[in-house]
């Protein structure tokens, strides 16, 4: 099976080439990556729990589906794909933002992204593709607030740096 790559991105994401999805999380290359958060009517956020042998954060909680784009893929087109292929289902996808962050595991690898955040509505429950999400639950923003405060060992680290600035975001809109 072929490896997926990533986009290698500049500080202003400007594509500077490509690099198998692997070496460039243990180089720690910056690249191009995305975080869809789908709410419902009452405000709620679908969480997902990674499957419990993803090669990183494995069974941490985190926003609804991440990933990270193909060439000459956009950044909504890519959030649709990857919800649809994680979720199983698709919505409309506005970007809200993007950032960059770096974050380091205990593997050895890295996160080096620039972010761009996704934001959907949808009220059903998903069709989860075991092999990527172990479990899923709409969670009130205010109480996941709480528990990224009381327990922030259950919750992947890029939801940790994004939670906050996704609140600011959505209060302003």
């Given at each position: 099976m072929k490896e997926d790559r990533v986009i290698l991105v500049d500080k202003l994401d400007n594509q500077i080439g490509t690099m198998p999805k692997m070496e460039a999380h243990q180089k720690a290359i910056l690249h191009r990556a995305f975080s869809v958060f789908?709410?419902?009517?009452?405000?709620?956020?679908?969480?997902?729990?990674?499957?419990?042998d993803k090669y990183h954060s494995p069974s941490l909680w985190t926003n609804t589906c991440c990933s990270h784009q193909r060439?000459?893929?956009?950044?909504?087109?890519?959030?649709?794909?990857?919800?649809e292929e994680e979720m199983g289902f698709t919505t409309d996808l506005t970007e809200l933002f993007h950032f960059i962050y770096q974050a380091p595991f205990e593997n050895g690898l890295t996160e080096h992204e620039l972010d761009h955040v996704l934001l959907g509505y949808y009220q059903?429950?998903?069709?989860?593709?075991?092999?990527?999400?172990a479990d899923w639950k709409w969670m009130n923003i205010k109480k996941i607030s709480e528990s990224i405060k009381i327990n922030p060992q259950e919750y992947t680290v890029w939801f940790k740096i994004v939670f906050d600035q996704f609140i600011k975001k959505i209060n302003s809109l």
């Open positions: 789908i709410l419902n009517e009452r405000g709620e956020l679908m969480l997902q729990q990674r499957a419990h060439e000459g893929e956009g950044n909504v087109e890519a959030g649709k794909r990857r919800l059903g429950p998903p069709k989860i593709n075991n092999l990527e999400v």
